[in-house]
């Protein structure tokens, strides 16, 4: 018998008391260690799942060390972690919300020393948990007199979501509803349950969205409970006539589906523009987001988006959501995953009674040493790139900590990160390398922009020149609008030695005009939108590299030639950043040419007489969302019935009328 084992019941015991959860960190022999979780899991007598390492025989589910997101939407009593090979700290993270309250989480195979600053990371914050060593004394089991919430206390903030959810649709148009919600407080369980209520009460047709299906498991599972009969498929269910049906991000904008409610799950990880989109077309909405997480901040979201609602529809509803649902408040096991992971990292407070002016900085690089020795700086640039990107993860915290190749310059106020560039280094190939690169036959991890340009350019150059991919820059919101991420830049040019500095990002209007106004071109635009984002990709490069402004003029060729095509549904305020940047204008119109416009644009000729001439004269001039008509169906080649429905008009007749009115006033 396991000498542990009354250590054990009475952990259980205090776990099931407080409905807190409880983490474990194992140190001694596989035989023990293996000993030690099964008897966790007979006297648990519940669901166990199982992270890394080698399927245990008791364990109901277990996962890859990086498949812990596949957990997701499922509960379990017992959660054990192996951590004997590479971890994943998205992975855990995520994982860590499936154990319930009264369980507890085992850490199994942490023994190791390492010189990867990311290991020791971990080593330290486990520390900080309920260490059994085999043969030593037992820790002290936490004993909290914490009054357990009743059953009613602890889903009454999901009831009031609930209602209010189902308020988007009783009530007046117009009138959005935000949801925003730590993991694990039964956020997305509240879209299903309000689903399923309004889909009892009337005939409705609801569309939800999300950056991917994973996110919203648990809507359709809740909805699906409480309907009964439902018929299932992997991207919608229906009942009597109603449906709710998943339909991805970027063609909820472009579809302008018919839907009596439209519900936005994870919209923090949804670009702005994306999400302004939706609250213009669809008049009855509910966004809902983690405000911490593995989904990302979330924060971005709420100091932008929410104040872009409150001015531009003044009726928007706003709702968090903070008492836990699987387990109590100030659960023992959640605290020190938000603190390990930094997922509650928050900016540091300027003192508001001092002028703002634009700071005198000091860009300075750390290295993994200085980070891992200094945590309360990790912590505020952090804080920092997970407000102002929502794609930041626990993933990359480590990789901050590991990844050679990665590098992170920040300036600092007072102790606050007021700017911050993470980069990663690239290129220096080989020749023989290069060349596999170029053919396509190989592809280097970590070396996204060198190994793209090499093969889309069939150029050597770009691999094995050294080159700095900027992957986050963040500036405090505080000094946002100051020339700041400008400023800092330039510091890291003169304190760097790369032949040319890249950035890689889904391309908005907004994030190209920052890059284009800071020297950087744009080289090669993606050809289908990134699934998280919704958008195209985008490389643009800085430098004075040879082969930069001959591949910016094919890529000024190739947009021109595909719009009609790959980039046919390209929104407007893009392509006229785009299009104004190549630097290669089409000749301007002749005399001859400009009198045949002006002939049409009086009621003469037809527009397939023209249309050639139109495209010309479009090109040749710079372009803003005055002409996004023009651009529709001259450049995009729209159908006339696609451009009457895009503008609201009635059929090709009022199109074209537009059109001449148009040229009309530009051609005086």
Known sequence: MLSEQPFLAELLQAAK????????VLRGDDAWCN?????????IQGSCFQLGGEPLLFATQSRPMNKGQQLLGHECELLVIDLSGEFDANSIASVLGTLRGGGIAIFCNADYSSEDFARQWLQRSLKQLLVVEQGNLLPSIPHNDNRLESPHDAFEMQSQAVELIKKVVTGHRRRPLVLTADRGR???????????????????KIIVTSPTIGNVSPLFEHAEKQLGSA????????WQGSSIEFVAPDEVVRGNFQCDLLLVDEASAIPLPMLRSMVEQYHRTVFATTIHGYEGCGRGFTLKFQTWLTDNRPGTRFYHMDTPIRWASNDPLEIWQYQTFLLDAELGELDESAELVKPSLKLAHYSKEQLFNAPDKLQQCFALLVNAHYQTTPNDLMLLLSDPAMRLFACFRDDICIACIVGVEEGQFDEELAQQVLIGKRRPKGHLVASSLASQLALVAPSVEKSLRIMRIAVHPRFQSHGIGGDVLKQLYLQTDYDFYSTSFGVTAELFRFWFANGYRPIKLGIQRDQASGCHSLIMVHGESSWIEPAQELLTQSFRYQLTDLYKHLDIPLICVLANSFSNRVEKLNR?????????????????????ILAKYIWANPMDTSSALLIRKVLQQWSWSDCAREFSLSGRKQVEEHIRHYLQAILK
Do not use: P, W
């Open 231 to 238: 018929t299932r498929s992997k991207f919608k269910l229906e």
């Open 186 to 204: 039964g956020k997305t369980s509240a879209l299903g349950i309000a689903s399923a209520q309004l889909m009892l009460e009337r005939k409705i």
């Open 35 to 43: 000993d030690f979780c099964q008897h966790a899991a007979q006297l």
């Open 592 to 612: 001859l040419e400009i009198d045949i416009l002006q002939g049409y644009a009086q009621g003469g000729s037809s527009y397939e007489n023209v249309a050639m």
């Open 17 to 24: 008391v407080n409905n807190h959860r409880f983490g474990v």
